[in-house]
């Protein structure tokens, strides 16, 4: 390659200068090539008149050649090795054809990984199972010869847009050896089978799932060991069985990354920011840091309120909280027990969910419901086979994974697919989540028309903030009142903390959950974290993030972590805690543009063409650029900044350290 070469050719054009050697330039070499080479050659001979006086340059031209024969001859193969890399090197023209073939195909080959994967989603069988396993072979093998392809192209002359592509191209963490490809496969499979298809028996001999059966109870339930059992039957169930594959499946993730050139899988991982290595846990961090007061703040009235639930016995004032408590299987967002912490009990409650039951909500309606939305800020409207190929409602007759997913089958424009995937409860919260998947299928709609290759969101987290965005439109009780689902709205002070009080604990206290996952993980990749204390590791962090504590005695034999869809599915996490601070950026960003003036938690773009538009400005860049530049094409700033969610929460932060004043905060 010439990069590589060009040492050796420093070394060969002093030689071949001095010897007068025609260099092959018309016919072996591209016409990029060819310039560099000249160049090149200039530098040489300009260098060599410098070392020799011009009187005696000739004879000086003969020691070098002299000294050059006396090398290594290994040596002098490799000079040789390296220009017949170079001629068989192709210029960029062809390189941009090259890449148009290769978009075509690779699209083509995500419509059959889509499809394969939806199956098996949509109908859990080994049968599909076994197809997925085949098509992620067929990806890999196909990927790895491209990848090499690849490589043998100088991109040091290209244009940004096209060095883009071959970087994308070439940075891959698969596997060389078929086998151990095909191993990888069939454990991916097999950890989200164990996860889908987990179920609880009581001692009556019926069974639970996990959703509805486990999260319901866990979600409503107020009974200490009720929900003790709910919480560890859950993970006694998934985890074991998990933890060796668990094991394996690392191990081959960082054989992967490390044939690649990467120290392991999660620095493959964090290379998706497109930040030096280091610096995206070093950005995490320093947010992390900006939001950690109000965090305590939060969960200072959480425990203490909770204390006076259930006992002191139970819950410290000054400690870690159990994590079976918070009305979530993960102690990752907090809303269900609003019931508990609510400040101003008689004050009304926004919970819309028994309003759609008796206004006749389904889930199409649900789906509907967010459409208009969407369309309403200029936004395009779901296309006819989203309605015809969308799972929308959990079927009777066959296990599926009802984890809510938007899917991109990567059809060409005017034949688009994309669909949703989602078991929905008629309830706000899953109005919510629908808002939340419709806002990844308009970021597909959006950059359609960009290559294959740029058909994702700037960054992990843009994707997933897209739909957040709009929800907290949704959310606010104006907007309720607008698509009548709520008759009267609240203006006094207690509503408003009430109602910002309900949106912390689903936005603010899910961000050290999303931070810690994946700080979990890289050191598990990193080996810092073993197999042998994999759960230590893992209920350290929580304890340390989140101030929370297993409610039983965890031990290595346990694997929680396993619990957490996103574990077994190998699904980067970190894309959670980046969105769950974007979405705010984006929110103040676009309700400036649709000329809100108030509290930030007020604002409601619905109808605003103006927001829309620049909304869509973002979405359409897809990931052609890095995300510094899409940040600022919404937000006007090129960085993750947790002003706005502090903005958002500013009349909460102030109800809370007035709540606080004699708590001792913290949990160390």
């Given at each position: 390659m010439w990069n590589a070469g060009k040492i050796w050719l420093c070394f060969g054009a002093v030689f071949l200068s001095c010897s007068g050697y025609t260099w092959p330039l018309p016919d072996q070499l591209s016409a990029a090539q060819q310039r560099e080479l000249k160049e090149l050659?200039?530098?040489?001979?300009?260098?060599?008149?410098?070392?020799?006086?011009?009187?005696?340059?000739?004879?000086?031209?003969?020691?070098?050649?002299?000294?050059?024969a006396q090398r290594n001859m290994e040596e002098w193969e490799g000079?040789?090795?390296?220009?017949?890399?170079?001629?068989?090197?192709?210029?960029?023209?062809?390189?941009?054809?090259?890449?148009?073939?290769?978009?075509?195909?690779?699209?083509?080959?995500?419509?059959?990984?889509?499809?394969?994967?939806?199956?098996?989603?949509?109908?859990?069988?080994?049968?599909?199972?076994?197809?997925?396993?085949?098509?992620?072979?067929e990806v890999t093998k196909w990927s790895l010869k491209k990848m090499e392809e690849a490589k043998k192209f100088d991109t040091s002359g290209f244009s940004d847009d096209v060095k883009r592509q071959f970087k994308m191209i070439t940075t891959s963490g698969s596997l060389s050896d078929e086998e151990k490809q095909r191993q990888l496969a069939e454990i991916g499979t097999e950890l989200e089978k164990i996860y889908s298809t987990g179920t609880v028996c009581q001692a009556d001999g019926t069974c639970l799932k996990l959703d509805p059966d486990l999260e319901g109870i866990i979600a409503k339930s107020r009974d200490y060991d009720r929900l003790t059992w709910a919480w560890l039957s859950w993970r006694d169930a998934v985890g074991p069985p998990m933890k060796d594959k668990y094991a394996q499946w690392v191990a081959l993730l960082n054989e992967g990354a490390q044939e690649n050139g990467f120290a392991d899988k999660g620095v493959l991982w964090r290379g998706a920011y497109e930040m030096p290595d280091g610096k995206l846990e070093e950005m995490v961090d320093a947010v992390w840091e900006q939001v950690k007061p109000l965090y305590t703040q939060l969960h200072a009235y959480v425990?203490?309120?909770?204390?006076?639930?259930y006992g002191a016995d139970k819950v410290s004032t000054t400690g870690h909280i159990p994590a079976h408590l918070f009305g979530n299987m993960w102690a990752q967002q907090w809303n269900n027990i609003y019931d508990i912490v609510v400040p101003f009990p008689d004050q009304p409650e926004i919970d819309v969910s028994d309003t759609m039951v008796e206004q006749g909500y389904d889930a199409l309606r649900m789906f509907k419901t967010a459409e208009e939305f969407f369309k309403s800020i200029g936004l395009r409207p779901m296309p006819q086979t989203f309605w015809d190929k969308s799972m929308l409602t959990r079927p009777d007759d066959r296990e599926v994974v009802c984890h809510g997913s938007a899917w991109d089958f990567y059809h060409l424009p005017g034949d688009t697919d994309v669909r949703i995937k989602m078991c929905t409860k008629v309830n706000q919260e899953d109005l919510y989540v629908i808002h939340h998947e419709m806002g990844h299928i308009e970021y597909f709609l959006t950059y359609e028309d960009q290559k294959t290759l740029y058909r994702g969101g700037a960054n992990p987290g843009f994707h997933e903030a897209v739909g957040d965005t709009?929800?907290?439109?949704?959310?606010?009780?104006?907007?309720?009142?607008?698509?009548?689902?709520?008759?009267?709205?609240?203006?006094?002070?207690?509503?408003?903390?009430?109602?910002?009080?309900?949106?912390?604990l689903a936005k603010l206290a899910f961000l050290p959950f999303g931070y810690m996952i994946d700080k979990w993980r890289w050191r598990v990749f990193s080996g810092d974290i073993t197999p042998d204390n994999y759960n230590t590791g893992w209920w350290n962090l929580r304890m340390k993030?989140?101030?929370?504590?297993?409610?039983?005695?965890?031990?290595d034999k346990d694997f929680d972590p396993g619990a957490k869809y996103h574990i077994p599915s190998g699904t980067p996490y970190i894309r959670y805690f980046f969105s769950f601070i974007a979405q705010f950026q984006f929110h103040q960003a676009l309700c400036k543009e649709a000329g809100h003036d108030g509290p930030l938690h007020k604002?409601?773009?619905?109808?605003?063409?103006?927001?829309?538009?620049?909304?869509k400005n973002m979405l359409s860049m897809g990931e052609s650029r890095p995300w510094p530049e899409a940040m600022k094409a919404i937000t006007g700033q090129e960085k993750l900044d947790p002003s706005a969610i502090l903005k958002y929460f500013e009349p909460l932060e102030k109800w809370l350290r007035e709540q606080n004043k004699d708590e001792k905060l913290g949990w160390d």
């Open positions: 050659q200039q530098d040489v001979e300009t260098e060599i008149e410098e070392l020799c006086c011009q009187n005696e340059l000739k004879r000086c031209c003969v020691e070098k050649k002299k000294s050059l000079l040789i090795d390296s220009l017949k890399e170079l001629k068989s090197t192709p210029d960029e023209e062809e390189a941009i054809k090259w890449l148009e073939e290769y978009n075509e195909e690779l699209r083509q080959r995500n419509v059959r990984n889509a499809e394969a994967n939806w199956a098996q989603a949509t109908n859990i069988t080994d049968e599909n199972a076994a197809k997925v396993v085949e098509v992620t072979l425990r203490r309120k909770l204390s006076e639930k709009i929800a907290l439109s949704v959310n606010t009780p104006g907007h309720l009142k607008k698509i009548g689902l709520l008759q009267n709205v609240g203006h006094n002070q207690d509503f408003e903390i009430n109602e910002l009080l309900k949106m912390a993030y989140q101030g929370i504590k297993p409610p039983v005695e965890r031990t604002c409601d773009i619905y109808e605003s063409k103006a927001a829309g538009t620049k909304l």
